[in-house]
C-alpha cells in the first residue's frame, strides 16, 4: 500500500522533515531503490534500457545514498504534492541520478540523452526552480476537484498521476488513441485551474 494514503499525518510530519517520519519513507522504499540502481531500468514506452551498476557494494550505496538526500531536500518534499504515490516519484529521481551519475562518467548508455530526459519529465520529477506550491489549502482544493470527477476523469487521474503511467501506456490501459487522451487530460488541467483560481 502506498506508503501516505490514508496517512496525512505522515504526510505532514514528512513535509515538514520530521527525522522519524523521513526514516519511515526510507525504510519503505530503500530496498526498491537499491534495486533499481543495481539492476537499472526500462525507459518507459520501450524506449530502451538503462543498464545498472551491478553488485559493486560501494557504488550502490554511494547512488542510493544521493537519491534519499536530493528527495530529502526540503525543496523536493515541498514539490512532492501527496496525491501521487509517493513510489514513481521517487523511482523519477532514482532514474534521474543513475543517468546524472553515467553522464559525469561519460558511460555510453543503450539509448539517446534526449529520450532518457523525457522519460524523467514524463515522472515530474522534482526541479530545484520549482516553486513549494502545495500548500494545505492547495492540497485540499484538489481534493475536492478530484471527489466531483466522472468515473472516466477519475481512471485517467488514476493511471496517470497515480500509477505514473506514460501517455501511450494510460491510453492503452483506458482503450482510446493518445489523442483521446491528451483531450482528456487538457479538460482534467482546465478544470483544475478553475477549482484552484476560484480556490
Known sequence: ??????????????????????EQVYRAYV???ANIVRYGFQLPG????????GFQADEIADIVQEVFAKSFSASARAAYDGLRDYGPYLYAITRNVIADRARRARRELPTPWDELERAGDNDL?????RPPWADE???AAVADYLATLDDGLKRLHRVRYVEGLSQREAAERLGMSR?????????????????????
Open 1 to 22: 500500500m502506498p506508503i501516505f494514503r490514508g496517512n496525512s499525518q505522515l504526510f505532514r510530519r514528512f513535509r515538514a522533515g520530521d527525522t522519524e517520519a523521513l
Open 31 to 33: 530496498e526498491k531503490i
Open 46 to 53: 520501450g524506449g530502451g534500457n538503462v543498464p545498472g551498476v
Open 125 to 129: 520529477a522534482p526541479s530545484e526552480e
Open 137 to 139: 489549502a492547495t492540497i
Open 179 to 199: 489523442q483521446n487522451l491528451r483531450t482528456l487530460e487538457g479538460k482534467l488541467r482546465d478544470g483544475l485551474r478553475a477549482k484552484l483560481e476560484r480556490s
